[in-house]
């Protein structure tokens, strides 16, 4: 009675944390000069600690009528290319200048789009969620438990 696993109580799958996907960044390559009219080249992810690859995708920018365009390629498997054109947006901060966004293909406008598998998507179609929400709704439930006891 009351062993493990008894109940009722049924354990929610942990959703997907930004972490753990690859994204791009719309602000770190506007700041390596990647977001330029005519732009090309690769970008890299590497593990944090132990610096090793993790993946990598080819970039080019170009211009469509009055619009950027951003197409990237990256390779799903040793023989599948993934091929993505993401339009870019532009604000004008308070203070002066460019800033430049990614257009999600829901049509949000995003700083970052993550990769999942064949899907390029903002963090709020893909349903992920930061680490630090995880720990703190954990830490929670552990406070009520202890307090209840």
């Known amino acids: 009675m009351g062993g493990l696993g008894s109940g009722t109580w049924i354990r929610k799958k942990r959703k997907t944390t930004v972490e753990e996907c690859c994204s791009l960044d719309a602000n770190r390559l506007a700041s390596d000069g990647a977001l330029d009219a005519g732009a090309f080249g690769t970008y890299a992810w590497h593990e944090r600690y132990s610096k090793k690859l993790l993946g990598s995708i080819r970039f080019s920018m170009t211009s469509c009528d009055d619009s950027r365009l951003l197409r990237i390629e ?57 680490t630090s929400c995880q720990i703190s709704g954990q830490e929670e439930r552990l406070t009520k438990r202890l307090c209840a006891s």
């Open 74 to 130: 990256y390779r799903l498997n040793k023989l599948e290319v993934v091929t993505h054109m993401i339009r870019l947006q532009t604000t004008s901060p308070y203070l002066g200048g460019e800033r430049l966004w990614f257009t999600c293909s829901c049509g949000r406008r995003a700083g970052r789009l993550y990769i999942l598998g064949r899907k390029l998507t903002c963090r709020t179609c893909a349903n992920l969620t930061y």
